[in-house]
């Protein structure tokens, strides 16, 4: 399947938005960006000391993931980003009009696990509960998909795909 739409992997910390970014890009055969990778040192240094991004330290963020976006427009890419508030999202949605969503979610318990395995990543799990606290699904004038994350990252990316082809297809 090659998409010429922009998917923006979102959902709290610990969903698997790294691992399952890559593997949908893949399936998808365009291109991959890794949200963090767009954050200013200023952000990193302050996840790392355990304190939550506000609005303002997220604004530059989003609007380089919304720049990143809106050049793939019409050639595909997909883009790892948590965008856990309609606000945020709208923002993406202004730099990227044509930004489609695939929502990460899942039981809170087995998101916590799999924080506390990774290694050497700067969102510690002290930060989960307000990730929780802040996040707005999608809601349904928002074009996307929720997928679970339950299961393996090639389950996980399966859904993925399954729900995105249901999206995209034209129903009769």
């Not at 202004?94 to 929502?103: I, K, L, M, N, T």
Request: hydrophobic share 45%; proline share 8%; charged share 20%.
């Amino acid at each position: 399947m090659n998409t010429p739409h922009v998917v923006v992997v979102m959902g709290v910390a610990g969903t698997g938005k790294t691992t399952i970014g890559p593997l949908l890009a893949a399936r998808l055969g365009v291109p991959y960006a890794e949200g963090d990778d767009f954050h200013p040192q200023a952000n990193i240094d302050k996840m790392s000391a355990g304190t939550p991004l506000d609005d303002a330290d997220r604004w530059p963020w989003l609007d380089a993931i919304g720049a990143w976006a809106d050049g793939r427009a019409g050639l595909g890419g997909v883009v790892s980003c948590s965008a856990l508030k309609r606000a945020y999202r709208d923002r993406l949605r202004a730099a990227a009009p044509g930004v489609v969503f695939v929502h990460l979610s899942g039981d809170r318990a087995l998101i916590e696990d799999r924080m506390s395995q990774r290694q050497g990543h700067f969102m510690p799990t002290a930060l989960l509960d307000s990730q929780f606290a802040t996040l707005q699904p999608l809601e349904p004038d928002e074009a996307g998909v929720a997928v679970d994350v339950a299961g393996s990252p090639e389950e996980i990316t399966g859904r993925a795909v399954a729900a995105l082809t249901a999206l995209f297809e034209p129903t009769p």
